[in-house]
């Protein structure tokens, strides 16, 4: 199992990034998939995640700013953060608990940073 992720940066507040995740090695389809994050100094927490039936649901902290998808086709989920703020510089991790493994997998990372 491999969950490849990518789209990190730096950028300054206000503006957007798009992080994407690859899995491989999972049946990507029925399985949830999920985006956390670690700040510095602070826990890993989750941002949002999305159901196999394309259900979603994200931390207050990002809600109205960042969007969660999924593309079974291509293996991939997806975040779309707006309006990124100084206080979400973390690195993001891509996540998977997949049946029938029944165990956690993580990507290995990006790191986003907003800085003026």
């Known amino acids: 199992v491999q969950l490849q992720a990518s789209g990190g940066g730096v950028v300054q507040p206000g503006e957007s990034l798009r992080l994407s995740c690859v899995a491989s090695g999972i049946v990507f389809e029925i399985n949830t998939m999920a985006w956390y994050r670690q700040g510095p100094g602070k826990q890993r927490e989750l941002v949002a995640r999305i159901t196999s039936a394309g259900s979603t649901n994200y931390a207050d902290s990002v809600k109205a700013r960042f969007t969660v998808s999924r593309d079974n086709a291509k293996n991939t989920v997806s975040l779309q953060m707006n309006s990124l703020k100084p206080e979400d510089t973390a690195v993001y991790y891509c996540?998977?608990?997949?049946?029938?493994?029944?165990?956690?997998?993580w990507g290995q990372g990006t790191q986003v940073t907003v800085s003026s």
């Open positions: 996540y998977s608990r997949p049946y029938p493994l029944n165990r956690d997998y």
